[in-house]
């Protein structure tokens, strides 16, 4: 099965150049790796046609802003025929060998599956053990650098909801990677019982959340972010005590979580996740998870 690897990019060349780099001898000549450009379109060009003369199967595309937008670019402007998709950040990092056991993990019947995501902290989740049944609680260890799915299972379920996620032109700037999964297990049963958990070693690097930002920028991250994890529950109607439990968990969200992140950070989270709880937000409505 060939790999597509759709990247979202806001135009950050250095970090996209660590990242095709670490790809640079691991890839079938029938991958694929596909830069959305949604800034500096001129610069990603240069630098996917630096990686292309030396063999690596990486194109562009662009498109307006938001992450789900370009996902869904991206896999738009993949060859004919089916791949196993990935949506690595413009950020991420793939370790030797990595490649290597997602193509083994793949094979003609697979369906969807998830592997391991790190930071500069280590595991940013703890995924459960190879053969676990996916479902509505676990699903959320997997992020979307993390997620493989079938292209032809992608464009059934109507790919990323492009109203939600970083980006969005909507208050929901977080959860759509567990948002498609949740869609694609409800249309595809099967899909859940076969899902393929990647060995815990297996795995990505990449930044954490709040790596580079301001406090203002960190705690507004924090904010889009909580309104997109409750509005995803809301939306998927997850039982009323736990969305309460999730909500009143946000002012935890400094103490479970380590520096630059202080205790003060619970709050724009707790507000955050009840704003999507309650589907309607108080004050700035627009409120993006990233600008740079």
Not at 29 to 42: C, E, F, K, T
Not at 163 to 192: C, F, K, M, Y
Not at 204 to 219: Q, W
Not at 254 to 278: H, K, Q, Y
């Amino acid at each position: 099965m060939n790999l597509g690897f759709i990247v979202t990019t806001l135009g950050r060349i250095e970090p996209l150049r660590a990242l095709l780099t670490s790809l640079e001898g691991e890839l079938a000549p029938a991958d694929r790796v596909v830069l959305v450009a949604q800034g500096r379109y001129a610069e990603v060009v240069e630098l996917a046609d630096e990686y292309s003369a030396g063999g690596l199967p990486v194109i562009v595309t662009q498109s307006a802003r938001g992450a789900s937008l370009g996902r869904n670019t991206g896999v738009a402007a993949l060859p004919a025929g089916d791949f196993v998709l990935n949506f690595p950040n413009d950020t991420t990092v793939f370790p030797p060998g990595t490649v290597d056991r997602i193509r083994a993990a793949v094979g003609t019947d697979f369906l969807a599956g998830g592997f391991s995501s790190w930071d500069e902290r280590g595991p940013k989740t703890v995924l459960p053990a190879p053969g676990t049944v996916v479902d509505r609680w676990n699903v959320w260890t997997v992020i979307e650098m993390g997620i493989l799915l079938r292209r032809s299972v992608f464009e059934d379920v109507g790919g990323f909801d492009e109203g939600i996620g970083p980006g969005a032109s909507t208050p929901w700037q977080v959860a759509e990677g567990t948002d498609l999964l949740l869609r694609v297990i409800e249309r595809h049963p099967e899909a859940a019982t076969q899902f393929v958990w990647l060995p815990h070693e297996v795995h990505v690097d990449g930044i954490s959340t709040a790596f580079g930002l301001t406090t203002e920028e960190r705690r507004r991250k924090m904010r889009a972010y909580g309104r997109g994890t409750g509005r995803a529950m809301s939306a998927h109607g997850y039982p009323w005590w736990w969305r309460a439990a999730f909500t009143g968990a946000g002012l935890l969200y400094g103490v479970r979580n380590a520096a630059p992140i202080t205790l003060a950070d619970g709050w724009p989270m707790f507000v955050g996740r009840l704003e999507g709880m309650l589907g309607r937000t108080f004050g700035q409505r627009q409120m993006v998870s990233a600008t740079r």
